[in-house]
């Protein structure tokens, strides 16, 4: 365990158990990290965690910066065993030119091993349903404008293509929007959501390296 508790919620589907990282997951990280195809659309696409040092640095700053958070998280997406897959993510997405952050955002980055099968569809079908089960209203996802397959994945979801912005992490991005479907009325939602969503995603986001 890396720092504080952590306190990201356990999710599983059909074919996933998504729990918290930890130190433990290092080699695992820096594999996935350190590979072209995985980084490629991620931030300028030069970024590459070649360590294991670097790895349990890159765990250790998602649980500081999302740990504590009852709602939202960084997951390692796993068999049901507990082997990681990759990551899908759920946070605060840092507004362009202003340390602010207005929206929430999703995102995934599978190892090329587990691509091809539709799970990280269905890591971030679980995610999403999780968010909108707390009180979410809206979470979107941004792509680079090249990326295509992440810009299927949310297609599958069922996102909404609003085309390009300049309104995150500097730069410019295919942007898709998910609302919260009409079934998680407000009287089924969880009662987090003033205390853990709410102030967080209003607040000031971590701005990683791009990773969304
Ligand atoms: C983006 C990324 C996660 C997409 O992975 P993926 O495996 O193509 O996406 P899905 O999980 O939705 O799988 C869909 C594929 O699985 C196939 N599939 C097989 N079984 C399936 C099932 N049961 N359900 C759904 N799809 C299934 C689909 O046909 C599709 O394959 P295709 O693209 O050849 O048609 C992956 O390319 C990646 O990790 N890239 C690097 C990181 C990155 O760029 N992340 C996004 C940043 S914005």
């Known amino acids: 365990m890396v720092g504080p508790a952590v306190m990201t919620v356990p999710l599983r589907s059909a074919r996933l158990l998504l729990r918290a990282y930890d130190a433990d997951d290092a080699a695992f990280v820096r594999d996935l990290y350190s590979r072209e195809a995985v980084q ?3 931030g300028d696409g030069t970024a590459r965690t070649t360590t294991l040092e670097a790895a349990r640095e890159k765990i250790a ?4 910066a999302w740990g504590a958070d009852q709602v939202l998280g960084v997951w390692a997406v796993c068999e049901p065993d507990g082997s990681p897959l990759g990551t899908v993510l759920l946070k605060s997405i840092p507004d362009s030119g202003a340390d602010t952050a207005h929206d929430v955002e999703v995102g995934w980055h599978l190892h090329p091993d587990a ?8 890591a971030a079908r679980t995610v999403l349903d999780h968010a909108f089960a707390a009180g979410l209203d809206r979470v979107v996802a941004v792509t680079h ?3 295509t397959a992440s810009q299927a994945v949310c297609r599958r979801l069922g ?4 085309g390009r912005t300049r309104a995150y992490y ?5 942007l898709f929007e998910l609302m919260a479907p009409d079934s ?5 939602r ?10 967080r995603a209003a607040g000031a986001a971590p701005r990683g390296d791009g990773e969304s």
């Open 159 to 162: 996102m909404t293509h609003r």
């Open 145 to 147: 404008p090249d990326n």
């Open 40 to 42: 490629r659309f991620l």
């Open 184 to 188: 998680f009325t407000a009287s089924s």
């Open 190 to 199: 969880g009662a987090v959501r003033d205390d853990a969503v709410g102030g």
């Open 115 to 122: 691509w091809g099968r539709g799970l990280a569809t269905e």
């Open 61 to 64: 700053g998602w649980q500081a």
């Open 170 to 174: 500097d730069t410019e991005c295919e």
